[in-house]
């Protein structure tokens, strides 16, 4: 081929892109990735539910209304973000107080609101995009690294979240730590969190979440009932073998020894049916959208960008880390999701919007360059 050929097609490449990114405010890469990693999803899904054509329907609806939502928010610019910060947090607070007179219970714990002709969804997960933007919006404005005062007010906010789980929390945190949190107030908290966690363990804390834990250390102490999810994961990770048994051609979970199966404990139906090298790959292409977020995030055009970006793309990092260590028996089980992967609704369309906030980012720094 010509090079002047190959260099007018290249160019026309780059055009096409160029015009696709302004018109639509969106990063192609990532985009890219995130279409990839949807359509893992689909194809896991459609073993995990016993080829259940309608819960793949209900999850593709689900990642269309995401994508659309991740589209209509990366056209926001990130200004517009940082001043609709607060009004965000508040109306996620007002949820959060409202599942906890309100909420609907599922698997022993109220998490869930119904709205009339809407789906039940779930505030806490709307809380992991509000708490890293309301900080972030809070400490673009103040000296950073932060002051004791300025830390005492970022950790009320993370408190004032009453529907937060411990990732919730982590994601605001995230934020302090990105800021230059001084190393003395982190070992501080450290050092606090000792007697704290010994009287949550003693008089906070169920019997079952303590169950948990203790199931962790040693799941065969109780193979038929708290250690039964853990025994039956690692079991489903290990027959997967290098190549796994092939796709619907796992045993765990189409003969129901593995709970969650569609949901928590997808990674495992994705192991025994596509083997170590598969979930290699899944990783490769977790930390590709990792990476690709942080570049976004590192070339922010301010502080509240670059807060809230490596927030939003650490905070997702750990959610596939909590997962994969719960899964495999290195975690306690806490019902994390795998992102993008499992069976879930108000998950999915929070995680795209939280990327529909690192696609406005990214629109803002080529508004820059020009």
């Known amino acids: 081929m010509p090079r002047d050929f190959q260099y007018q097609l290249s160019s026309q490449h780059q055009d096409a892109r160029s015009l696709l990114e302004r018109w639509l405010h969106i990063d192609v890469p990532l985009l890219m990735l995130l279409l990839l990693l949807c359509f893992t999803g689909l194809v896991v899904l459609f073993s ?149 966690a010994i009287t949550m363990w003693l008089y906070v804390m169920h019997d079952y979440q303590r169950k948990r834990v203790l199931t962790l250390l040693n799941p065969d102490t109780d193979k038929l009932g708290a250690g039964w999810n853990i025994l039956q994961s690692t079991t489903a990770i290990g027959s997967g073998g290098w190549t796994g048994k092939g796709w619907m051609d796992g045993t765990q979970s189409h003969l129901d020894f593995l709970p969650e199966s569609h949901t928590d404990f997808i990674i495992a139906v994705y192991s025994e049916e596509f ?45 596939v880390f909590v997962n994969m260590g719960m899964v495999s028996g290195i975690l306690p089980v806490v019902g994390v999701p795998l992102p993008l992967i499992s069976q879930g609704g108000t998950a999915v369309v929070s995680m795209m919007i939280g990327f529909g906030f690192l696609m406005s980012i990214a629109t803002e720094q080529r508004k820059y360059n020009g």
């Open 48 to 196: 995990a539910n016993g080829r259940d054509w309608v819960s793949i329907e209900r999850q593709l609806a689900f990642m269309a209304v995401g994508l659309l939502c991740m589209l209509m928010v990366a056209r926001i610019s990130q200004y517009a973000l940082q001043r609709l910060a607060a009004v965000i947090y508040g109306i996620c607070l007002l949820l959060l107080i409202a599942v906890f007179f309100f909420g609907a219970g599922a698997k022993g714990a109220e998490r869930w609101l119904d709205v009339p002709g809407l789906p039940r969804f779930q505030p806490s997960e709307l809380a992991k995009l509000a708490v890293p933007l309301m900080l972030a919006a809070y400490l673009d404005h103040r000296p950073l690294p932060p002051r004791l005062k300025h830390v005492a007010w970022s950790l009320l906010l993370i408190l004032l979240d009453l529907g937060s789980a411990l990732l919730v929390a982590a994601s605001g945190f995230i934020v302090l730590f990105i800021a230059g949190l001084r190393w003395r107030y982190i070992v501080g908290a450290i050092i606090a969190l000792i007697p704290i």
């Open 275 to 319: 083997g170590f090298l598969g979930v290699l790959l899944l990783l490769i292409l977790y930390l590709c959208i990792v990476g690709r977020c942080l570049w976004i995030s590192a070339h922010a055009q301010d502080g509240f960008g670059r807060l809230l970006g490596t927030a939003l793309t650490m905070a997702f990092f750990i959610y």
